[in-house]
């Protein structure tokens, strides 16, 4: 959610993302759930669906307990969080700092959020409200 620029696994998954990136920059709140979300929704009539992979579940896990430990409150399933300009530039300062990163090891995409990352977020497409 941090890094994406408009890449993902198919134009249906893009555009899906895009969709939800407009809405969370206008405000909207985001619900933390088990299993697939909002996002991974157009992955999901694959036969078989990435983010129903355990690599994925195991790092959805990962970085719900570094945002926990970064804000310093237990977040669980159905908590909600505000993307707020103070949440993103926190979110944003610590995963650039590497605190929050440990659910990118493995992930295919690590080295596009590296370096988007290194560019200040530069071309992100969810903004503070």
């Not at 299993?35 to 579940?57: N, T």
């Amino acid at each position: 959610m941090l890094t994406f620029v408009g890449e993902g696994y198919t134009s249906a998954f893009t555009d899906n993302y895009r969709n939800i990136a407009e809405r969370l920059s206008d405000g909207e709140e985001i619900k933390l759930v088990s299993g697939p979300d909002d996002i991974c929704a157009p992955l999901l009539g694959e036969e078989e669906p990435h983010c129903l992979k355990v690599s994925v579940i195991e790092r959805d896990a990962v970085a719900l307990a570094d945002i926990s430990t970064l804000l310093g409150e237990e977040i669980g399933i159905g908590a909600v969080l505000v993307p707020d300009a103070s949440l993103l530039a926190k979110l944003r300062r610590n995963f650039a700092g590497g605190e929050i990163r440990h659910a990118c090891l493995g992930c295919e995409w690590g080295e596009l959020c590296s370096r988007i990352a290194a560019t200040n977020f530069s071309g992100v497409l969810i903004k503070a409200a």
